[in-house]
T-cell receptor
Framework: AQKITQTQPGMFVQEKEAVTLDCTYDTSDQSYGLFWYKQPSSGEMIFLIY??????QNATEGRYSLNFQKARKSANLVISASQLGDSAMYFCAMREDLIIQGAQKLVFGQGTRLTINP | ETGVTQTPRHLVMGMTNKKSLKCEQH?????MYWYKQSAKKPLELMFVYSLEERVENNSVPSRFSPECPNSSHLFLHLHTLQPEDSALYLCASSQEVISRQSRNGYTFGSGTRLTVV
């Protein structure tokens, strides 16, 4: 079974600094997808960025980028120029399996709580 | 607003009560999911529905009973819960995925924060 590990329970960063949130994964599959989600205190999980295992380029979405190192099985999220609104829980997830009829199973890490200080 | 709406946002219930959580998606997705998020634990997949058919049930106690009357609505019926069932219950939906490389993941609702007293 796949497994996602996020080793940083909490991170504290000064506003406008860049921050890297770590994620390592364990899979024997060659084809897989990796996701990052943000969860503010309101509870909603917000999709941030996706990386496919066959993608040759690291994914980028605005201030978010993914440092994908396939051989190391790591998919770290980089947030540039952090803002106060970036304070939230961040979850790394992997598509563990495709289920019949087009459904899918994502497995999540335990999350990292990011706090941006003014 | 993500297109996935969960009600109620907060629920306090006694151990002998019966209540239901509702999830509605307006995205035209064909699969819907219930996840449980407890403090200091990873999200736990509870149930998966695709095209209104239950396709996954992760050994969830029978005091949780899902229902999917159509592709836009998903319910989680609760009865005789325990205090350890207190958690954030998240509903998600997704488009049909036919490739492991698909960038289409889940779209989540805001969750229902359940407290069992």
């Amino acid at each position: 079974a796949q497994k996602i590990t996020q080793t940083q329970p909490g991170m504290f960063v000064q506003e406008k600094e860049a921050v890297t949130l770590d994620c390592t994964y364990d899979t024997s599959d060659q084809s897989y997808g990796l996701f990052w989600y943000k969860q503010p205190s309101s509870g909603e999980m917000i999709f941030l960025i996706y990386q496919g295992s066959y993608d040759e380029q690291n994914a980028t979405e605005g201030r978010y980028s993914l440092n994908f190192q396939k051989a190391r099985k790591s998919a770290n999220l980089v947030i540039s120029a952090s803002q106060l609104g970036d304070s939230a829980m961040y979850f790394c997830a992997m598509r563990e399996d495709l289920i019949i009829q087009g459904a899918q199973k994502l497995v999540f890490g335990q999350g990292t709580r990011l706090t941006i200080n003014p | 607003e993500t297109g996935v709406t969960q009600t109620p946002r907060h629920l306090v219930m006694g151990m002998t009560n019966k209540k239901s959580l509702k999830c509605e998606q307006h995205l035209g997705h064909n699969a819907m999911y219930w996840y449980k998020q407890s403090a200091k634990k990873p999200l736990e997949l509870m149930f998966v529905y695709s095209l209104e058919e239950r396709v996954e049930n992760n050994s969830v106690p029978s005091r949780f009973s899902p229902e999917c009357p159509n592709s836009s609505h998903l319910f989680l019926h609760l009865h005789t819960l325990q205090p350890e069932d207190s958690a954030l219950y998240l509903c998600a939906s997704s488009q049909e995925v036919i490739s492991r490389q698909s960038r289409n993941g889940y779209t989540f609702g805001s969750g229902t924060r359940l407290t069992v007293v």
